[in-house]
């Protein structure tokens, strides 16, 4: 069964540097998605991707966050300076169209 | 913007009993997702309903949209600890693909 692919799976990192979290979707997907889970709080929307560019984002995703599909199959999110409150799980997710989400098993990422 | 409410927030049930998990929209549904966490791990698919008045089961879960209510309920018969995780439920308002998720309800099911 096809199946979203995150990497890493776990990322620790300083206060203050920038992150790359990698996703690969579903191969014939057409939007992306990230989301966000903090310890214990509900899974929070980032940021929805299609045609190469941003269709929606919320108000988490400030200038600090960016994504991108640099070729035919990744897509990544990157933070540029890491604050310890962007610890959290996140989630990557891709559809064929308006309708069901398919999840990849997260990246926790950790700041110090 | 759309809220999802679930309840209860937690449940603890005994092998065998049924229970019933409620979601809310804060605003008109249309179509409503159900997903299913295990503890840290991503978020599993389970059903889908578009229509008001819709019904779906998979196994002994059964899912239900009452759009004038704009409430969803999720039912499962006879529970087993496979069943034990986190639900979510999940919608888009109309036009959009901000697809947001509830508050999720933690099951537990002791053996």
């Known amino acids: 069964e096809p199946e979203v692919t995150q990497t890493p799976s776990h990322q620790v990192t300083q206060m203050g540097q920038e992150v790359i979290l990698r996703c690969v979707p579903i191969s014939n997907h057409l939007y992306f998605y990230w989301y966000r889970q903090i310890l214990g709080q509900k899974v929070e929307f980032l940021v929805s991707?299609?045609?190469?560019?941003?269709?929606?984002k919320s108000e988490i995703f400030d200038d600090q966050f960016s994504v991108e599909r640099p070729d035919g199959s990744n897509f990544t999110l990157k933070i540029r300076s890491t604050k310890l409150e962007d610890s959290a799980m996140y989630f990557c997710a891709s559809s064929l169209g308006a309708n069901v989400l398919t999840f990849g098993a997260g990246s926790r990422l950790t700041v110090l | 913007s759309q809220e999802l409410e679930q309840s209860p927030q937690s449940l603890i049930v005994q092998e065998g009993k049924n229970l019933t998990i409620n979601c809310t929209s804060s605003k008109t549904l249309y179509g409503l997702y159900w997903y299913k966490q295990k503890y840290g791990e991503g978020l599993i698919f389970l059903m889908m309903?578009?229509?008001?008045?819709e019904e779906k089961s998979h196994e002994k879960i059964t899912a239900k949209l009452d759009e004038k209510k704009q409430q969803s309920s999720l039912h499962i018969t006879a529970s087993q600890p496979s069943h034990a995780g986190i639900y979510l439920c999940?919608?888009?308002?109309?036009?959009?693909?901000?697809?947001?998720f509830g508050t999720g309800t933690r099951l537990k099911v002791l053996a």
């Open positions: 999940g919608a888009a308002p109309s036009g959009t693909y901000k697809y947001i």
């Open positions: 991707f299609y045609n190469n560019e941003i269709s929606e």
């Open positions: 309903l578009q229509k008001g008045g």
